[in-house]
């Protein structure tokens, strides 16, 4: 037997008003399920979704990078650029101190990146701040100070954005991880010869863009043949497509100073070996950035399988390290050498790890030290600090 409509209502109204502790059970209910339905939803989106939303809740943004940015934190810094200006956010580059080495000179040349220089917190241009390769600022007056909104970074750390944190230290460059982001959104990585608005998509990887993060991950992973996981490979692939050869053969062969040949030499005459690992001080440099290019050329003599290579500008010890021995972790190695030097600082990843240490005041003397902090660096690498 049918029943009206208007009985059914006439039934739930008279329910309703017996059993009014059950109507307010449904209620919080069907709260929770839609509350709890939306929640999810917008959890389980893909990263790069959810960031790009981010961008486009934002009127303007500042990309920041660490001090000294190299192609991997530059390149990063133009895909975060590019995704906000397709969500129509405005958005400029900040760094830290000075871009000294020949590649990232190149680099930015040749690319044509706009990065601006901060000297102090008051010089960021919103509060609306996204630090990327690095995830605590760093390297400017007042940067303590500083509530990044985003943090993406494959360094291992403890940073945080307060909207959106994305660390992921298995990755080999932060490169592949903006690269992933343009994948979640289905973007289409834009041919050298083809026009941008030609391309039939919601999102795009300008070739520019994908040619900066095509080289960012190649420089992080030693072209692709150290520290690289399955992440690395699907972003190159990806990005291939718009990669410019052209713009990359002259990003990947600058010209190198003659100071840069001389503090190779250096390291490599200098070098004390201690069976397959090698420390070397290349002494006084006006060109900090040579130092890691002189420890990329000692971990590649004959039977060496980790280096240390330390040398001083203005004050400080510098120190870079390489790896290509699973026994040695050089970030933990280079931070557990230094744990105990006032106002050091040290880490990385198990193929590639630096540090620096004030020299300038009385708890730290160099050299007179040096032979500690030599020992110290060798145990480290035999694991015994």
């Given at each position: 037997?049918?029943?009206?409509?208007?009985?059914?209502?006439?039934?739930?109204?008279?329910?309703?008003?017996?059993?009014?502790?059950?109507?307010?059970?449904?209620?919080?209910?069907?709260?929770?399920?839609?509350?709890?339905?939306?929640?999810?939803?917008?959890?389980?989106?893909?990263?790069?979704?959810?960031?790009?939303?981010?961008?486009?809740?934002?009127?303007?943004?500042?990309?920041?990078?660490?001090?000294?940015?190299?192609?991997?934190?530059?390149?990063?810094?133009?895909?975060?650029?590019?995704?906000?200006?397709?969500?129509?956010?405005?958005?400029?580059?900040?760094?830290?101190?000075?871009?000294?080495?020949?590649?990232?000179?190149?680099?930015?040349?040749?690319?044509?990146?706009?990065?601006?220089?901060?000297?102090?917190?008051?010089?960021?241009?919103?509060s609306a701040v996204i630090l990327v390769d690095h995830s605590h600022p760093r390297g400017f007056i007042g940067s303590e100070e500083v509530r990044p909104l985003a943090v993406v970074d494959h360094h291992p750390s403890d940073g945080r954005g307060e909207a959106f944190t994305d660390v992921r230290s298995e990755y080999g460059?932060?490169?592949?991880?903006?690269?992933?982001?343009?994948?979640?959104?289905?973007?289409?990585?834009?041919?050298?010869?083809?026009?941008?608005?030609?391309?039939?998509?919601?999102?795009?990887?300008?070739?520019?863009?994908?040619?900066?993060?095509?080289?960012?991950?190649?420089?992080?992973?030693?072209?692709?043949?150290?520290?690289?996981?399955?992440?690395?490979?699907?972003?190159?692939?990806?990005?291939?497509?718009?990669?410019?050869?052209?713009?990359?053969?002259?990003?990947?062969?600058?010209?190198?100073?003659?100071?840069?040949?001389?503090?190779?030499?250096?390291?490599?005459?200098?070098?004390?070996?201690?069976?397959?690992?090698?420390?070397?001080?290349?002494?006084?440099?006006?060109?900090?950035?040579?130092?890691?290019?002189?420890?990329?050329?000692?971990?590649?003599?004959?039977?060496?399988?980790?280096?240390?290579?330390?040398?001083?500008?203005?004050?400080?010890?510098?120190?870079?390290?390489?790896?290509?021995?699973?026994?040695?972790?050089?970030?933990?190695?280079?931070?557990?050498?230094?744990?105990?030097?006032?106002?050091?600082?040290?880490?990385?990843?198990?193929?590639?790890?630096?540090?620096?240490v004030p020299i300038d005041d009385g708890d730290f003397v160099w050299p007179a030290r040096r032979a500690t902090l030599t020992d110290r660096l060798r145990r480290a690498l035999e694991g015994d600090v």
């Amino acid at each position: 037997m049918s029943v009206a409509p208007a009985e059914v209502v006439e039934r739930a109204v008279t329910v309703a008003r017996s059993h009014p502790e059950l109507v307010a059970t449904l209620l919080v209910v069907t709260v929770v399920l839609v509350g709890g339905g939306f929640l999810l939803h917008r959890l389980t989106r893909p990263s790069g979704v959810r960031f790009a939303s981010l961008l486009a809740d934002r009127e303007e943004v500042v990309v920041l990078t660490h001090p000294n940015p190299d192609p991997d934190a530059m390149a990063a810094a133009m895909g975060v650029v590019s995704l906000a200006e397709q969500v129509d956010t405005a958005a400029t580059i900040r760094f830290p101190g000075q871009i000294r080495h020949q590649e990232n000179r190149t680099f930015r040349n040749v690319l044509d990146v706009t990065l601006k220089r901060i000297e102090r917190a008051a010089d960021l241009d919103t509060s609306a701040v996204i630090l990327v390769d690095h995830s605590h600022p760093r390297g400017f007056i007042g940067s303590e100070e500083v509530r990044p909104l985003a943090v993406v970074d494959h360094h291992p750390s403890d940073g945080r954005g307060e909207a959106f944190t994305d660390v992921r230290s298995e990755y080999g460059a932060c490169a592949s991880v903006i690269a992933e982001y343009f994948q979640d959104l289905n973007a289409t990585p834009v041919a050298p010869d083809d026009r941008e608005s030609e391309i039939d998509a919601s999102y795009v990887v300008p070739s520019e863009v994908a040619t900066g993060l095509f080289f960012g991950v190649l420089t992080d992973t030693n072209r692709l043949t150290s520290g690289t996981v399955s992440a690395d490979l699907d972003a190159s692939a990806y990005l291939s497509p718009g990669v410019d050869e052209s713009l990359l053969d002259r990003i990947a062969n600058p010209q190198v100073s003659a100071e840069v040949l001389e503090v190779k030499a250096t390291a490599i005459e200098e070098r004390e070996v201690s069976g397959a690992f090698a420390i070397s001080d290349v002494g006084t440099v006006s060109n900090v950035d040579a130092i890691p290019q002189a420890v990329d050329e000692l971990i590649r003599l004959e039977g060496i399988t980790a280096a240390i290579v330390c040398g001083i500008r203005n004050g400080t010890l510098y120190l870079s390290g390489r790896s290509r021995d699973d026994r040695v972790h050089m970030g933990r190695a280079i931070k557990a050498a230094l744990d105990d030097v006032p106002d050091a600082s040290g880490g990385g990843h198990a193929r590639m790890g630096g540090g620096q240490v004030p020299i300038d005041d009385g708890d730290f003397v160099w050299p007179a030290r040096r032979a500690t902090l030599t020992d110290r660096l060798r145990r480290a690498l035999e694991g015994d600090v």
